[in-house]
């Protein structure tokens, strides 16, 4: 019998706050943190939703007064802190860094050799501020990257390499990510409304999360989060488009059900990826009607947090975790009338509803997608 996994802690750093409660508090009064911007990354004004580096910094002096720190290391560090400072790190401890882009805005000023941008760079550097011992691992899958490290640090702690694992993921809007994003026409000209008849593309956001992840059963209470199946499928289809018949986030789900031995009709909730660009949604409502989940309440947060890249998934897990625990559904914000060919049951306002099982799904530049099963410990 495989070892079972929990995740029993949590945090993210957002536009909308500094930890998960400042966040729920947020999403329960509906607000965004998507803004109007003007500055010299873009010709013209764009929506996102940016964290703002003032109180980044503030906040950042509580853990360290090193002034030497990325932007992004800031909110990966900030996001780690509280969840380190209640754990033992000892030699059978993971630490996994999902990010797309990691620090490449280090690139943009020519100053900076090409090794600081590397991705390994970054996670040796969060790594060594709170001293883990084991080699840092890089979970850099586009957009599933978030969500495919819980499935990596599940199957690595079940295979008895690691006892437990930290899990932190993150992304910031950069010169680089607005420019690629606008090289494709993908950006909306107004803040994103996933899954609506009106939408026109992606609203881009930065933010960091964070996990910790165990085996261990004794630390285990009612509310802790069980992460029971999992599946990571590419459907092969295009560079940067899905499959239109949502072939790989079809198989992906579906494996994450046949680990998880769980009926679909169980299933509470659906976070779902929901990007707001034309395929991604349609995409998406296909997929989930092949499954017969087309009843299942489902939502995007892209509407309060834009497209956080690598860090979405882990972020939207965060939020959904504390949306079981609390019982509460988060309206799908930007969504007034149904634009997908096939009907789900988008949530178009807050409300209260027992959730017990709840699924997270991603999908991404090159065909991948990943889902995982959630169950939440009573």
Not at 226 to 246: C, E, L, Q
Not at 339 to 365: D, M, P, R, W
């Amino acid at each position: 019998m495989q070892k079972e996994v929990f995740i029993t802690q949590t945090n993210c750093i957002t536009p909308l706050g500094f930890d998960v409660d400042s966040n729920m508090e947020a999403l329960s009064k509906g607000l965004s943190g998507i803004q109007l911007h003007e500055n010299e990354m873009m010709s013209n004004s764009f929506y996102s939703a940016i964290i703002n580096s003032e109180a980044l910094n503030t906040a950042f002096t509580k853990i360290s007064t090193d002034t030497h720190f990325t932007k992004l290391e800031k909110m990966l560090l900030l996001a780690l802190a509280p969840i380190v400072a209640k754990q033992n790190i000892t030699s059978k401890t993971a630490f996994l860094l999902s990010t797309t882009k990691g620090n490449i805005s280090l690139l943009e000023n020519g100053n900076n050799p090409v090794e600081a941008a590397h991705l390994s760079a970054l996670a040796k550097k969060i790594s060594s501020f709170f001293g883990f011992t084991t080699e840092p691992i890089v979970v850099s899958n586009a957009c599933v990257s978030g969500i495919l490290a819980i499935a990596v640090a599940k199957r690595m702690i079940q295979s008895g390499v690691y006892d437990d694992a930290f899990v932190v993921a993150g992304d910031e809007v950069s010169e680089f990510v607005l420019s690629g994003f606008n090289s494709f026409q993908a950006m909306s000209e107004t803040p994103c409304k996933p899954y609506d008849a009106a939408r026109n593309g992606v609203t881009l956001g930065e933010a960091t999360a964070a996990v910790y992840m165990t085996s261990n059963k004794s630390t285990i209470k009612s509310g802790v989060i069980k992460v029971i199946g999992d599946g990571a499928i590419n459907d092969a289809n295009h560079i940067s488009g899905p499959s239109r018949t949502g072939e790989g986030l079809f198989r992906s789900i579906e494996s994450a059900f046949k680990e998880a031995n769980i009926d679909k009709a169980k299933i509470d909730y659906i976070s779902a990826h929901g990007t707001a660009t034309l395929f991604n949604d349609e995409m998406e409502a296909i997929a989930f009607n092949r499954l017969g989940l087309q009843n299942v309440p489902v939502n995007s947060l892209k509407g309060y947090y834009g497209h956080t890249l690598g860090a979405s998934g882990l972020l939207e897990t965060v939020i959904a975790i504390a949306s079981a625990r609390q019982n509460q559904l988060i309206e799908s914000k930007g969504y007034k009338e149904s634009g997908v060919s096939q009907s789900i049951n988008i949530i178009e306002a807050n409300k209260e509803s027992e959730i017990k099982y709840f699924l997270k799904t991603a999908s991404g530049f090159g065909g991948c997608n990943t889902a995982v099963l959630f169950e939440k410990v009573n």
